[in-house]
């Protein structure tokens, strides 16, 4: 388990930095597009495993469209026009209950309940996903995801180090019960540390009251996603979200930690370092 784990790591992340790093805005919304997609179909066959094909294709195609506002919006030039993402959101949901109110051979309750999950699982994914094409497509984009996954990836490692080490209070057992408050803790540590040296190395520009505002801000949403994601699979009584990555679980196992950090790092960030 644990080759395969540093197998893939070797593998991903060099393919991660390359597209962040060195290409446009828009290879990393095809990129991100593709990921987001993935973990959206995983959402879709863990929430609604009887839904049929078209059901779940439908759901695809809104969040696809979601996606593609926030592609819009992204475009910094045009910030009289930035009313896409929104204007795909409220389409999507209007789109759900027209097709599903039209299929006369679904009971009413079904079908809102179906509709629900597909609305549910398109703004958990899409939407909140979304942020990161917004984040890339500042001028400081590339440095902002960077800082978004270093802090993530330092404050999944610190919490695993800490809880294995000195892990004895557990911080949900209903819903994750191997996390420990002194993990959590751990990985906050090691989240703000990371921030500060990548303040000092590569976003001088960011004040060190802001830096450790973020560092602290994107370790507790990184966890709030972990969670959230850990919610979902244990009421949907599954172990991964997925089997894509070997040793790592699904898309979702993977990005669930970014999925709330992202629109926290993108509002704040307009606030501590505007373009």
Known sequence: MVFKRILTAAVGIPVVVYIVAFCGTAVFFLFILAVLLAGLWEFFKMALPAASLATVGLGLVLGAAVLAGAYHDADVTMLACRSMLPAACALSFAVLFWYHMGRRSAQLRDASMIVMAQFCGIMYV??????????????????????????????????????????????????????????????????????????????????????????????????????????????????????????????????????????????????????
């Open 126 to 275: 899409a939407f909140l996903g979304s942020y990161l094409v917004l984040l890339r497509g500042r001028p400081d984009g590339v440095m902002l995801i960077f800082l978004l996954v270093l802090v993530a990836w330092a404050g999944d490692s610190g919490a695993f180090a800490f809880g294995s080490w000195m892990g004895r209070h557990r911080l949900s057992t209903r819903i994750s019960p191997k996390k420990t408050i002194e993990g959590a803790l751990g990985g906050l540590a090691c989240g703000v540390l990371t921030a500060v040296a990548f303040k000092l190395f590569l976003l001088q520009n960011l004040p060190l009251g802001h830096c450790l505002m973020i560092g602290v801000g994107l370790n507790v949403m990184n966890q709030f996603g972990d969670l959230s994601e850990s919610f979902i699979k244990r009421s949907c009584a599954v172990k991964d979200s997925g089997r894509i990555f070997p040793g790592h679980g699904g898309v979702l196992d993977r990005i669930d930690s970014l999925l709330f950090a992202a629109p926290f790092l993108y509002y704040y960030a307009g606030r501590a370092l505007p373009v």
